[in-house]
């Protein structure tokens, strides 16, 4: 099968929300979260509070789940490098003279 460069590298993987009444049609997908509705497969909803949005995105970095290992581009390069120096740096003054050293 021929796809982007993209799907490879975040091993991508295909759903169809369908439905039928009378004919098969798509449906939204979060219909498939409604109580009561049968499914063939398994879906998870994960709803993290912000607060807790700079954690999780440091412990996804650190299995390389980030903007560059998902899309690879000069772009996401410094998405990447931003979020690691911006976001998930301590952010003391200790740690900040330890850099500039």
């Known amino acids: 099968m021929k796809t982007h460069r993209r799907h490879f590298l975040q091993q991508s993987e295909y759903t169809l929300c369908l439905v039928f009444n009378d004919e098969w049609q798509f449906d939204q997908y979060h219909t498939v979260f ?30 390389n789940l980030n903007a560059l290992s ?8 410094m998405e990447t490098f931003a979020a690691r120096e911006f976001l998930f740096a301590n952010s003391s003054t200790e740690n900040v003279l330890s850099k500039s050293v």
Request: charge should be negative; hydrophobic fraction near 30%; proline fraction near 3%.
């Open 70 to 77: 998902l899309f690879g581009s000069e772009e996401s390069m």
């Open 34 to 63: 409604d109580e009561g509705r049968h499914q063939q497969g398994f879906c998870w909803k994960f709803t993290i509070p912000a607060a807790e949005r700079r954690k999780v995105l440091k412990e996804l970095d650190e299995y």
